[in-house]
């Protein structure tokens, strides 16, 4: 945990009165963000992200399985979350578990939509490969390597990277089989399937401090903060998820005020991301 | 199966006495007072050093010296099949041990008495060797964190497949079954501080491989000194000196 003294408290919460922050960026900059893709070579997609001191590892594997009964013409897509000790000693044992399971959490309402996986970024019936009978289950699985502050945008960053660096082999069905026998499969060695991932959502958390919001907050203003909700918002700047953290209530007007602010920082961050996975991807190809 | 073809190749185009490629790079971790990032081939792990700082725990505390400690832990992907293990099964532990009793041989633990250290070390990917990797890692992270030591404490693995020593083993020639070897030195004062084999080998035979597993410690130990040497002169240079 951050152990802050009076006056640094004072002077953390006076700079972001006065638009000024302690490391020198506005209420609504960013710290740089550095992606790099492919660094896991033993899963279909991998990406690293670092926002300032903050880096995430993501990756994505897919797994043939069997869809559920409810949903016949739908694969899965899970999202866990991991905290390494590494990245803060707190987390040693089991003290990151209560971290790690709301962070899941908040990314699966923010990335995978509803229940029937309506609105999800990652469309569940491209996923599909025999109805009823072969699916892929894609498994995301996020790794905090060091940790300051503005965690859920870094790992959805990661995540939209590790997603648009993943190629899935094209499955082709050899014999079909009747009724409830599962049919044979034959994976592709060299062909893969990318997934469009423009319609996959960033995340941006508003971090709300004294009467100021602030964005891409670091673990000391984190400490500061009295609440915080992270919008989930897609290219067209439509909302997909939305997630409260903190205790103190916010006002319905200052909600609706922040929407339109995530909104407007969700587009740059897009544009940045995407510049950023498409040189990473560019960089990958080279070597 | 055959590990060493009459060439005398193995599976990854390596000579017998060949080592993986290394890599190494200190201060991943930004919050750490001490961090590193180890590469053996496709072995990735990350070590990161926390203190020495007040101990957390005040039963644990010792009067005289520093309480050193260690966790390892595994990423969900680092292993080709995805597997989400709990925390703290028993290989894990056993690693865990194994790290904090070799790097408590090397860390002057009695400059530091009430005082606590912790080892955190996480695999990102495995592919055999993860235990000497690791201990590497946290060599550098410790030597990175300024906390005195005797020595730096370097480790590789050999082992012994189709009548042929053969260094630093991955994975698929780790599973095969054959003995393998995992030594700990610390390289100036010439001792050897952990060893452990599994499967059974003559003693002629041991001797060469335990000798061979030696070489490759010494050479990563010359790496290591390489790389700290390297990031005192960058440090060096920032300080304008």
Known sequence: MVGLSVGEKYFIQGGINQNLRSDGRKRDTYRPIFVETGVIPQANGSARVRIGTTEVIASVKAELGRPSALHPDKGKVAIFVDCSPVAEPTFEGRGGEDLSTELSVA?????????????????????????????????IDGLIVSSDGNLLDALGAAIKAALSNTGIPRVHV????????????????????????????????????????????????ESQMSSAISFSINRKGHICGLTKRGGSGIDPSVISDMISVAQHISEQLITKLESEISAAEAGEDEL | MEYVSPEGLRLDGRRPMEMRQLRAQIGAVAKADGSAVFEMGNTKVIA?????????????????????????????????????????????????????QTMEACILTH?????????????????????????????LALADAGIPMHDLVTSCSAGYLNSTPLLDLNYVEDSAGGPDITVGILP?????????MDAKLPVDIFENVMQLAIEGCKAIATYIGEVLLENTKQLEYRKGL
């Open chain 1, 107 to 139: 990314l699966q309402h923010c990335l995978l939509g509803g229940k029937s996986g309506a609105g999800a970024g990652i469309d569940p019936s491209s996923l599909v490969v025999a109805e009823g009978k072969v699916c892929w289950d894609l498994y």
């Open chain 1, 174 to 221: 050899t014999a079909a089989a009747s009724g409830d026998e599962q049919p044979e499969v034959d994976i592709s060695d060299e062909e893969f399937l990318q997934f469009d991932t423009s319609e996959v959502p960033v995340i941006v958390t508003l971090t709300k401090v004294g009467r100021h919001y602030i964005v891409d907050a670091t673990s000391e203003e």
């Open chain 2, 48 to 100: 990161a050093v926390y203190g020495p700082r007040e101990v957390q725990n005040r039963s644990q505390q010792i009067g005289d010296q520093a309480l050193v400690r260690c966790e390892y832990s595994m990423a969900n992907f680092s292993t080709g099949d995805r597997k989400r293990k709990p925390k703290g099964d028993r290989r894990s532990t056993e690693i865990s041990l194994v790290i904090r």
């Open chain 2, 111 to 139: 400059l530091m008495p009430r005082s606590q250290i912790d080892i955190y070390v996480q695999v990102l990917q495995a592919d055999g060797g993860t235990r000497s990797a690791c201990i590497n890692a946290a060599t």
């Open chain 2, 188 to 196: 100036k004062l010439d001792k050897v501080t952990l060893l452990q």
